[in-house]
């Protein structure tokens, strides 16, 4: 693929230029983030941004001599095994009413139980199981969510309830979901959950989190009962993302079968849809704005987060309003220059082979490979808040609602050691968020050998995407320190 050698100077200088732009982007101290507190680590910070830049040269300069042709959707099929019939069905009877029983459980402690957040189970389940434990789990065993989400599983079971009543033909046909939507609705439910995590007032009430799950396990039923369940493919925007996180999974379960493929490779199965770069860019976006919201680039005094709060407050904001009103400004912010800058990405590569190629089907083509940058950067961001807070779920199991209840014999425990130390958890955070960013590069890769013609074209155009992965990889590691 690098036959040439009058093309080899203009590759090696466009790597170069890329891991310049990558360390420009990463001072090399910063303020402490994520782990609570300063820590010593082995190596200078420095160096874990210049060698995240040259692992992603490196991988883009290997993958350019030994990948010359597509391969990522022949690895993706790997081996598969016959599931039995009755540990389906079983399977899916048994997570389906796992999850009614959770989501019910979330509403009724939200709801009726005690409003300390740190004795009602409503936030923990919310922030730490649902929002970070499923895309964690979802990386290892694939799509869980789709067995797991409480609105599929009542809907399949008043579908089948409703068969077994009337016979097929009594069930009435659900509408179309309105093809030109796409999955825009799915990205708006991300983005308020966002809004929500990141700038509501009264975030972690147990209440508010109660009436919230509820309403929306409402909107998803009727949304069921109008348009099937195609209706969750479509608006169910966490459904989205978890469906994502599983692309990257070892397992695939399909077709009464669990296909074992190399992880990563599922990105090849994601097919490009109207919407679905915005689902993953409020994804990468939402989770950079919580790295820059929590640090002193948002902070400190004259940082754009104080000087935007101190304008709400000079419009005639309370000091609260003037907050929400400032983080919700910053959050947009964020998520308008981390699309602006993919969008350059792909002009980039669309000035390969203008005449052929529009930016709009190039965003959307390209999206899935974007998708591992946003898991790999959600997973490091939130791995430690999912090991220091994730182990609370142990004493509130057995008192959900905080009324001093024992029902497994677990409200008792001490669960104040860290299970990991600091040291360890920076690793695991760096190891996240590098290898997203090479399966995103590997991805990105081998879809341009199947868009562009010829496998030089296709190596031009991931210059620019070179560059967008080592500049969000450096900006990644610079807000996890």
Not at 287 to 310: I, K, M, R, Y
Not at 469 to 480: D, K, N, P, Q, R
Request: with cysteine.
């Amino acid at each position: 693929m690098l036959d040439a050698s009058r093309g080899r100077p203009r590759r090696w200088i466009a790597a170069g230029t890329s891991v310049a732009l990558g360390a420009l982007l990463a001072p090399s101290t910063a303020a402490a983030h994520g782990l609570g507190g300063t820590r010593s680590l082995p190596i200078p910070e420095w160096l874990f941004a210049w060698a995240a830049a040259i692992v992603l040269v490196i991988s883009f300069v290997g993958l350019s001599i030994l990948w010359p042709r597509p391969r990522l959707a022949q690895l993706s099929e790997g081996r598969s095994y016959a599931v039995p019939a009755a540990v389906r069905v079983g399977g899916r009877v048994v997570l389906g009413a796992l999850g009614i029983a959770l989501w019910g459980l979330t509403v009724w402690a939200g709801l009726s139980g005690t409003q300390n957040i740190q004795r009602n189970i409503a936030p923990n389940m919310v922030y730490v199981i649902f929002w970070v434990g499923l895309p964690v789990v979802s990386l290892f065993v694939g799509d869980l969510w789709r067995v797991l989400s409480p609105w599929r599983a009542i809907a399949d079971a008043a579908a089948w309830v409703a068969r077994k009543a009337g016979g097929p033909e009594g069930l009435p046909a659900p509408m179309p979901f309105p093809a030109r939507l796409g999955l825009w609705p799915a990205a708006a439910v991300l983005l308020a959950f966002a809004w929500l995590e990141l700038a509501a007032p009264s975030k972690d009430d147990p209440d508010l989190l109660g009436l919230l799950a509820l309403l929306y396990g409402a909107a998803m039923l009727i949304g069921c009962g109008v348009y099937g369940t195609r209706f969750l493919d479509q608006v169910d925007g966490f459904g989205r993302y978890f469906g994502l996180a599983a692309s990257l999974a070892p397992l695939h379960w399909a077709d009464g079968r669990v296909h074992v493929r190399w992880p990563g490779t599922g990105l090849a199965g994601v097919k490009p849809e109207t919407g679905l770069a915005a689902v993953v860019l409020v994804l990468v976006g939402s989770t950079t704005f919580d790295g820059v919201s929590a640090g002193e680039l948002w902070t400190a005094n004259g940082s754009p987060g104080v000087w935007l709060t101190d304008r709400m407050a000079d419009l005639g904001f309370t000091a609260s309003g003037s907050a929400t009103a400032a983080e919700t400004l910053g959050l947009a912010i964020v998520i308008g220059l981390v699309t602006g800058f993919v969008r350059l990405g792909i002009a980039g590569v669309r000035s390969v082979d203008p005449k052929r190629l529009e930016s709009r089907d190039l965003m959307g083509r390209f999206a899935p490979t974007i998708a591992p940058i946003a898991i790999g950067y959600a997973v490091a961001h939130y791995i430690s808040y999912l090991v220091d807070t994730g182990k609370f779920v142990i004493p509130l199991v057995s008192d959900p609602r905080g009324t001093g209840a024992d029902w497994f014999g677990t409200a008792g425990v001490n669960v104040e050691s860290v299970l990991l130390g600091g040291t360890l958890v920076w690793y695991l955070q760096v190891g996240a968020l590098l290898l997203g960013h090479v399966a995103g590069l590997v991805a990105s890769h081998d879809l341009a050998l199947r868009t562009f013609r010829g496998p030089r074209a296709a190596a031009r155009s991931q210059y620019w995407m070179l560059a967008v992965m080592v500049a969000f990889t450096s900006l990644g590691l610079w807000l996890l320190s």
